[in-house]
C-alpha cells in the first residue's frame, strides 16, 4: 500500500526529527545522555535541558507543525484550491497583531503568557469576523473575506511597528513576528496544547465532507453533506488551532501550503485521505526546521520562520512547475 | 418506489420569480423530460425537486411525506442529483470518484460497509469505466466524464434520479449513451428527471415532458401529445415541426 508506506515513512522521519531536537544545540547531548536523564530522577545539567528546555520545545515544535499541515490540507479541501493555507483566512495575522499589541504595550514584559494569550484572542476574532463577513455567501466569499480581514490585520501590525515608541520596541515586534521555538517552556504548552488539540479534533470531523466535496458543493449536498457546517468545522478549527499555534511561536508560513502537497500524490488525491499524513509531514518539517535553525550557525540565530520561508519558497515553486508536468 | 410531486412551488431570486407556481408530478419509472427556452427556470426546478434549494411558497412531496420531513441523510440515499457540467476539482481516480456516491451510507466512523466494493464494481462494469477505473478523473474526456458522473449517481441505487442537462457538451454517440443509460434506469423502477436542451434526444428517450417557460409550466403530459411543432413553437419563439418517419422522430426548425 503506497498510503499506509507514506505514513510509515513520515512517521520515521518525525520520530527522528524530535529525537534530533533533543540532541542539537547549544550544549550537544548524547543519546545516552538524554535517555539517563529521562530514567534518572536527580537533578543533572542534562536533565534540566532536556526536560525543560528542549521537550517542550520539541512538543511545541510537532504541535504546531501538526495543526499547520492538518488546516492547510483541510482549507485546501474545502475551498478545494491548492493554494488554500491558514494564513489566507486571516487567523495568522489576526493572531499576529494581537501578540504586537500585547508587546507594544508592554504587557508582554510583565506577563510573560501575554503575547500568546493576546495572539489566541486576535486569532479568534479575525477568523470570527472573516466568517460573520462571509455568512450567506459561498466559497469565495469566505476567501475575499478572508483576504480583507487578514489585510486589516496586517494594517494593524504595520501602524504598531510605525508608532513604536523606541527602536527596542520595534525590534522586539520584528523578531516576535519571524516566528520562533527558542525559549518556550511547559507553560506555553500548556496554553497553546488544548487549543491546538481541539481545533485538530474540529478540522478531523470534516473529513468526510470533504472527499465529497471534491465533486463540487452541488454534488455534495446532493449527498448528504451540511456544506455549511463542514466551513463552520474547519474555520473555528483552524481559528482555534492555528491562532494558538501562531500565539505561541509566531507566524510560522509554508507549513500549511506545503505539507498537503507533499502528501496528496501517494493517497491519490482525495482530500479525506491527506488529512493524517499532512498532520504528520507538518509536524516533521517544523521540527526539523527548527532543529536546522540550531545548526545553521552565522551570526545570531536564524528565526524558525524565516528559515522555513527561505527553504519553503524554493521548494513550493519546484512542486508548481514539477505538478503542472505531470498534473492533467 | 414513489413519485415526486411540486404542488405550487414559488422560488424567489431577489425580486425575481423564477418559478412561478408550478405544479407537476414526476412518475415512478418514467422518465421525464423538462424542456424549455435558456432562463425558463429548469435548472431551479430540478434543484428544488431535489430538496437542494428551499423554496418560498408550494411543497415538494416524496411520494407522501413532504420532502423537508425527511432527514438529509436519508434523502440522499433515496435521491440522486447531478447538476450541469458536473466536475471533479482533485484528480481523484474514477473508481474513487464512483464510491463518492456511496457517502450516504457510510457509518460516521470505522470500516467501509459490506457490499460496498461490489455496489462500485457493479456501477463501473454498468457504466463501462472498467478499464478507465485508475484513470484520474480530471484526464477524461466529455464523453467518459458523462459517464463516471451517472455511475456515481446511481451506484446507491436511488429511487430518484434527477439530471441537469445529462448531454450538453456530448457528441451524438456519448449523447445517445447517457439518454440510454437514463432510459434504463427508468425502465428499472426509478423515477428519473433530465433537464435536456436537445430535443431530438429527448423525442427518443421521454415518457413525459414538462415545458417550462419564465418560470411556469406551459404544459405538461406524455411525450407523444407534448412534441407537436404548434407546442415546442410557442415554448421557443421558433416555428418548428415535429416529422415522424420509418426512423423515429425528428424536430425540423422553420426559421
Not at chain 1, 81 to 91: C, I, K, R
Not at chain 1, 191 to 218: K, Q, Y
Not at chain 1, 225 to 242: K, M, N, P, Q, S
Not at chain 2, 194 to 220: E, F, K
Request: aromatic share 4%; net charge positive.
Amino acid at each position: 500500500m503506497k498510503a499506509s508506506a507514506l505514513l510509515g515513512a513520515l512517521s520515521i522521519a518525525l520520530l527522528a526529527g524530535v529525537v534530533a531536537s533533543l540532541l542539537v544545540g547549544q550544549v550537544w547531548l548524547r543519546p545516552g545522555q538524554v535517555w539517563g536523564a529521562l530514567l534518572a530522577p536527580r537533578p543533572s545539567l542534562a536533565r534540566l535541558i532536556v526536560l525543560d528546555i528542549r521537550l517542550p520545545r520539541a512538543v511545541l515544535g510537532v504541535l504546531i507543525g501538526g495543526i499547520l499541515g492538518l488546516s492547510g490540507a483541510v482549507l485546501q479541501g474545502l475551498l478545494r484550491n491548492p493554494l488554500a493555507e491558514p494564513g489566507l483566512l486571516g487567523v495568522s495575522s489576526g493572531a499576529s497583531l494581537g501578540a504586537v499589541i500585547a508587546i507594544y504595550y508592554g504587557v508582554a514584559t510583565s506577563a510573560p503568557l501575554a503575547a500568546p494569550l493576546f495572539g489566541l484572542v486576535g486569532g479568534l476574532i479575525t477568523a470570527g469576523m472573516a466568517l460573520l463577513l462571509a455568512r450567506g455567501g459561498g466559497t469565495l466569499a469566505l476567501i475575499l473575506s478572508g483576504v480583507a480581514v487578514s489585510a486589516m490585520a496586517a494594517a494593524g501590525v504595520s501602524l504598531a511597528l510605525n508608532l513604536a515608541p523606541n527602536p527596542y520596541a520595534a525590534y522586539e515586534i520584528t523578531t516576535w513576528l519571524m516566528g520562533s521555538l527558542a525559549d518556550r517552556s511547559w507553560d506555553h504548552v500548556r496554553l497553546a496544547a488544548p487549543f491546538i488539540l481541539l481545533g485538530g479534533v474540529l478540522l478531523c470531523m470534516t473529513a468526510r465532507d470533504l472527499a465529497a466535496l471534491s465533486i463540487g458543493e452541488a454534488q455534495a449536498a446532493s449527498l448528504g453533506i451540511d456544506v455549511r457546517r463542514t466551513r463552520l468545522l474547519a474555520l473555528f478549527g483552524t481559528a482555534v488551532g492555528v491562532g494558538a499555534a501562531t500565539a505561541v511561536a509566531g507566524a510560522i508560513g509554508f507549513v500549511g501550503l506545503i505539507a498537503p502537497h507533499i502528501v496528496r500524490p501517494f493517497v491519490g488525491h482525495d482530500p479525506a485521505r491527506t488529512l493524517l499524513p499532512a498532520t504528520i509531514a507538518g509536524a516533521a518539517i517544523v521540527t526539523f526546521a527548527d532543529v536546522a535553525t540550531r545548526l545553521v550557525r552565522v551570526g545570531p540565530e536564524i528565526k524558525l520562520g524565516v528559515f522555513i520561508s527561505l527553504v519553503g519558497a524554493p521548494f513550493f515553486l519546484w512542486l508548481v512547475l514539477h505538478l503542472r508536468r505531470t498534473a492533467p | 418506489m414513489s413519485d415526486l410531486s411540486l404542488s405550487n412551488v414559488v422560488f424567489m431570486r431577489g425580486a425575481q420569480r423564477v418559478l412561478d407556481g408550478v405544479t407537476v408530478r414526476f412518475v415512478a419509472g418514467r422518465l421525464t423530460a423538462v424542456i424549455g427556452p435558456n432562463g425558463a427556470g429548469k435548472s431551479t426546478l430540478l434543484s428544488v425537486a431535489a430538496g437542494l434549494s428551499k423554496c418560498d411558497q408550494g411543497c415538494v412531496h416524496l411520494g407522501d411525506i413532504p420532502l423537508a420531513g425527511i432527514a438529509r441523510r436519508r434523502l440522499a440515499q433515496r435521491r440522486a442529483y447531478l447538476p450541469q457540467n458536473p466536475r471533479a476539482d482533485w484528480p481523484i481516480s474514477v473508481e474513487r470518484l464512483v464510491a463518492l456516491g456511496l457517502t450516504p451510507t457510510l457509518p460516521a466512523f470505522g470500516r467501509l460497509p459490506p457490499g460496498f466494493q461490489s455496489k462500485v464494481d457493479a456501477a463501473l462494469v454498468a457504466h463501462d469505466l472498467i478499464a478507465l477505473r485508475d484513470r484520474p478523473a480530471m484526464a477524461l474526456s466529455g464523453g467518459e466524464l458523462a459517464r463516471a458522473m451517472l455511475a456515481r449517481a446511481t451506484v446507491g441505487d436511488p429511487e430518484i434520479l434527477i439530471v441537469d442537462e445529462p448531454t450538453s457538451g456530448l457528441d451524438p454517440r456519448h449523447g445517445i449513451d447517457a439518454v440510454r443509460h437514463l432510459r434504463r434506469d427508468a425502465d428499472a423502477g426509478r423515477t428519473v428527471v433530465m433537464a435536456i436542451h436537445d430535443l431530438g434526444l429527448a423525442l427518443r428517450v421521454a415518457d413525459d415532458v414538462v415545458a417550462l417557460r419564465n418560470g411556469r409550466v406551459l404544459a405538461a403530459g406524455p411525450a407523444e401529445a407534448m412534441f407537436t411543432g404548434v407546442l415546442l413553437g410557442r415554448l421557443f419563439d421558433v416555428p418548428m415541426r415535429v416529422v415522424r418517419d420509418a426512423d423515429g422522430a425528428t424536430v425540423r426548425f422553420l426559421d
